[in-house]
C-alpha cells in the first residue's frame, strides 16, 4: 500500500482503490497477501509478483532491484521514477508527447532572464527531484520575480531541482486510465469539487471546449507506455482551439470518482501481465 505521506488529502481513495483491486484478484483465484511500504522496505515482502502504490524512494528502488531479479512488479519500479516531475518533462518531450513548454533549473540559479527571454511570464514551478507531498511543491507563479522567489524556498527546503511550466490557458480535465484494457475516464475536477491542494480553481470553470477525446486517449495511451506505467492518471489542458497537452502524469492515482468501474480493469490489466511473464 502506500504510505500516508505520499497520499495527500487522498489517503482513504487510495486505500479504497488498492483494496478493491485485492478484492478483483481473490475473485479471479489469486491469493492476495497485504502489506505496507514500511514492510517492503523492510524486506519483508517474499512474493514474486508484486502489485504496488508505492512511492517512497527505498520503496522504488527496491522494487526495481525485484525486477532486475525476475520479479513482475505492476506499476514498474522504474515506470514509477519515471513518473518523477524532471524525469517525466525529459521523458514526455523527447517522445513528442504534447506537453508545456518547459525551463529544468538548478534552484539556486537565476531564471529571470530565461523566462523573460521565453516570454513566460506566469508559470508552475514543481520540484523536480520527486511527487508533490506538499502543496508548496507545485507552486502558481505570476511573473519570472516570483518564480525566482519561489525556487529560492526550495533551495531553503533542500529540493535541488525544479521545473518550470508554462501556465496554459483553457479547461481543466482530469483523466484514468488503465493499459491494455478499454477502460478510460475524464472529468472536469473543479466542477467535480476533486482536488488534492485546490490549485485546480487557477484555471477557473470549465468552459466546455470542445476536443477529441479519441486523441485525448491517444496520448494518454502513448505517455503510459513510454513512460512504462501500466495504471495511471493525470491532468491535461483543452485550448480553445481543441488542442490537449498533458501536465501532469501519475502512477496509480486513486481513480476516486470511477474506483468502482476501474477496479476491475485494473484487475484484468494485472492477470494479462502475470500471464505473459509466466510465458518467459
Partial sequence: MRAGAYSPNHIGNDAA????VADELRKRGCE???YSEEQLATGKVAEKIIVN???EMRSIAHLQQLEEQGCLVINSGFGIENCTRERMTRILMGSGIPY???LMVNTDEAVVEAMEKANMDRAWIKRGDFHAMHKEDVSFVRHAQEAQEVLQEYFLRGIKRAVINRHLEGDLI????????????????LEAG???????AINGPAR????SEEYLRKICREASEVLDVKVY????????????????FNDWPSFAPCREKAAPYIAKCIMAAIKAHQKK
Fill in 32 to 34: 492476495v497477501n497485504i
Fill in 233 to 248: 492518471g493525470g491532468d491535461c489542458i483543452v485550448d480553445a482551439d481543441g488542442s490537449i497537452r498533458i501536465i501532469d
Fill in 53 to 55: 502504490m508505492c512511492r
Fill in 17 to 20: 482503490i488498492f483494496n478493491l
Fill in 174 to 189: 482530469k483523466f484514468y486510465g488503465v493499459q491494455g484494457t478499454d477502460f478510460f475516464y475524464w472529468f472536469y475536477p
Fill in 194 to 200: 476533486h482536488s488534492k491542494y485546490g490549485n485546480e
Fill in 208 to 211: 466546455g471546449l470542445q476536443f
Fill in 100 to 102: 508545456p513548454e518547459s
